[in-house]
């Protein structure tokens, strides 16, 4: 019998372990996700025990709902100059990149990216896990950014 298939009871329903840790490794950490997984898994599944197939839809199910509302609210407080940050340490791809390496991709027009990224960092949009480096303070922001890029 294979170990990954064996339902973990979580919550009133049953997922099969591997259901179970695709959706808490796309949460990235953050428990305000597992929520929306959760009620999208339940809304798209046939039944329980969740499966993967169930796990899979779900993300992207969940993954839309957050694109509409928790990564926008997050955007939309930032401002022009900081979204300019974001977007460029987006593009680098990278969990902690080099505040060096954001300022670089801004270019030489971009004067002044420390004191933008010192704002984000106040404003609760990045933080700086060690020095020189910074982080989005949400998983999935990055993504989020580069999906919004491609619209």
Do not use: C
């Not at 987006?90 to 933008?116: F, I, Y």
């Not at 910074?134 to 619209?151: E, N, S, Y």
């Amino acid at each position: 019998m294979d170990a990954l298939r064996i339902p973990v009871q979580a919550q009133g329903g049953d997922f099969t372990s591997e259901a179970l840790d695709v959706l808490v490794e796309m949460s990235g950490g953050y428990p305000y996700f597992l929520p929306e997984y959760g009620k999208a898994i339940w809304n798209i599944a046939p039944g329980t025990p969740f499966e993967l197939a169930d796990a899979l839809g779900a993300i992207e199910v969940g993954r839309r709902h957050l694109d509409e509302g928790f990564f926008p609210s997050r955007w939309d407080r930032a401002t022009p100059r900081e979204r300019k940050y974001l977007a460029a340490m987006s593009t680098l791809g990278e969990d902690q990149p080099r505040s060096a390496g954001v300022a670089e991709v801004m270019g030489p027009t971009a004067s002044g990216s420390s004191e933008v990224r010192d704002s984000a960092i106040k404003r609760g949009l990045i933080w700086s896990p060690e020095r020189g480096r910074i982080a989005f303070t949400v998983p999935g922001m990055g993504d989020f950014i580069r999906r919004r890029q491609l619209d």
